[in-house]
């Protein structure tokens, strides 16, 4: 960039005097920066004719009154509004204390109503879950029962077909003495075969 | 100090119900029936709520606010969260009020005093028809308050438990006095 030429002034008291002289103050001392002059708008010449056209930009020019929203009274579209940040006029301010007893007793009432419809549910449905344990316990008992009632049964008819046997081993030796060996056989055998084996590879 | 909002109120009007029956209203009701008696009021200090005379709470708002310790009976305190915390302090109240209670053999005594729960071992006595996770006040077996906590089970289950088995889980018991009592007095 270049540097930017200063000024010298070779004499101080002649530009003080020129300035000081009427000539002067109508021309104001220029700085080598010419600025362009505006036109102060005074009223133009079509104002002062008579006329429609004049009345229209007389109407136009003429200051308009800005109106604020609230004077409008346009109601808020598209708007958010939370709940709480509006509150009615008229409305208090703050905390809202409950201090007098009607007020408390009111909200203690609505509490133990809760409270009692929230205990009468749970010892409701703590009763039917007991009914519901209750009954499959019976069942399972009976089942137990009638397991064991088959159980005996058997054993029972087991003992009364060993008893068979030992009376019919008395009376005939021979014939019993093949079935019961037959009978022994094929329990031996099918206990053999019950038996499960586990064999890895 | 100021008295409680209607909110406020609501959570611990709900807490103390989780204790307490129907007598609860008695709390509120103004001491005879003469107008403009003395009643008991909740004032809520810092975050702790007092239980105390109306007369006293008027008497206390001469005490600036930082060096007003505390004044009738502390029932607890608000959490930062908004829930509220009973004070063993709220004790009296409670046992007085209470819906439904446990009894404590004497075996049982100390370990609850320590900070446990109760066992089935050592319930002396119980409440029929008592549901799950129900409050309820903790008594020894000459009907001094222990302290209180929730029950673990409905009284039809707890037949079938086994002798180790816990009844009630503790929320608060008297050994807090002595464990808590930096902490229990001091607010904020």
Known sequence: MAPSRTRTVKNKHAAKKISNSKEASRKPIQDGIVKKKRKVGGAPATASSKGRPGLVDSLLKRKKRTYSEKELGIPQLNMITPVG???????????????????????????????????????????????????????AET??????????????????????????????????????MKDIMSTSAKAAKAKKKVSFA | MRPLTKGETHIL????????????NSLISPL??????????????KDRVFYVLLSIANLATSVSRD????????????????????????????????????????????????????????????????????????????????????????????????????VCFRQADCGEYLRDEDALFASG
């Open chain 2, 13 to 24: 009007f709900t807490k103390l119900a989780n204790y307490t029956g129907t007598s609860l």
């Open chain 2, 67 to 166: 060096k007003l310790l505390s004044l009738g009976v502390c029932l607890g305190k608000f959490t930062k969260s908004g829930k509220f915390r009973l004070h063993i302090t709220s004790l009296p109240i409670l046992a007085e009020h209470a819906r439904y209670k446990v009894w404590v053999k004497p075996n049982g005594e100390m370990p609850f005093l320590y900070g446990g729960n109760i066992v089935k071992a050592h319930v002396g006595r119980t409440m029929a028809d008592c549901p799950e996770h129900q409050g309820v006040v903790v008594f020894n077996m000459n009907n001094t308050p222990l302290g209180f906590g929730v029950t673990a089970r409905s009284t039809t289950e707890t037949k079938h438990l086994d002798p180790t088995g816990i």
């Open chain 2, 32 to 45: 005879d029936n003469a107008p403009g008696s003395d009643r008991f009021v909740f004032r809520l200090h």
């Open chain 1, 143 to 180: 089942k137990e029962d009638q397991r064991q009632a088959r159980l005996n049964e058997t054993k029972d008819s087991l003992r009364k077909k060993r008893r068979r046997n030992k009376s019919g081993k008395q009376g005939n030796v021979d014939d019993d003495g093949d079935e019961s």
């Open chain 1, 85 to 139: 940040v509006v509150k009615p006029p008229g409305k208090k301010k703050g905390k809202e204390f409950v201090d007098d007893r009607e007020s408390m007793a009111t909200i203690m009432s609505i509490v133990q109503a809760e409270k009692n419809s929230d205990i009468e549910s749970k010892v409701m449905k703590a009763r039917q879950m007991e009914e519901i344990r209750e009954a499959r316990r019976v069942e």
